[in-house]
């Protein structure tokens, strides 16, 4: 029977709640889910960046409960340390943990502008200049990190902490029809074809419509 409860919000429209099942679900962890209904009032005010506070998801797991994404990342690789959610080498580990705080903390414009909604498609979607600018610094980021570690994820060859953190980045890419070049879309690919993915967007999929402001056509 599994000893750990993740706490997640909407798989279609929950950024933060992806990122952290993925980083469980990447770690080889055995969780069960506790799925908070998209219309709870706190769900909703942090999906609509209305928050200040993270709180979902959550982790329980032996008696710890640990909250924010990159904390349950951290924690993961405690308890995991052989799924190598964060890299061996120091330097690398430093840089994937810096390029995960840049997530956590930053992108204000790309969230807002381009909010997580894995059941739609915005053709020819109008980016502005502020959302623009993030998504280069994304796709900077991914840049560098595929030319120093060799790909094919972000960090090598097994995916990591870093690539569960950009995973909603890439759902957004997809659903606004955002021009990301070759080897951007080549990596947009790789994360998709994840097998947790998979398993997050047929979920997402068949998740019903309870969150009308976030089907609007921004």
Known sequence: MPKAVLTISSKNYGAWALRGWLMARLSGLD?????????DPAMKAEMLLLSASMLVPSLQHNGVKVWDTL????YLN???PKAQLLPADIKARAHCRAICGEMHSGFSSLRGSLPMNIKAHFPAFKVWSRAQADIDRVLAIWKECLATYGGPYLFGRQPTIA???????????????????KEAAAYCKRIMDLPAMQEWVAAAKAEPDEIDELDAEF
């Open 31 to 39: 969780f069960t889910e506790k799925v908070i209904p998209p219309d």
């Open 71 to 74: 904390a349950i990342g951290e």
């Open 78 to 80: 405690e308890i995991r």
């Open 163 to 181: 690539d569960a953190m950009y995973a909603p980045v890439v759902t957004r890419f997809l659903t606004y029809d955002v021009p990301v070049g």
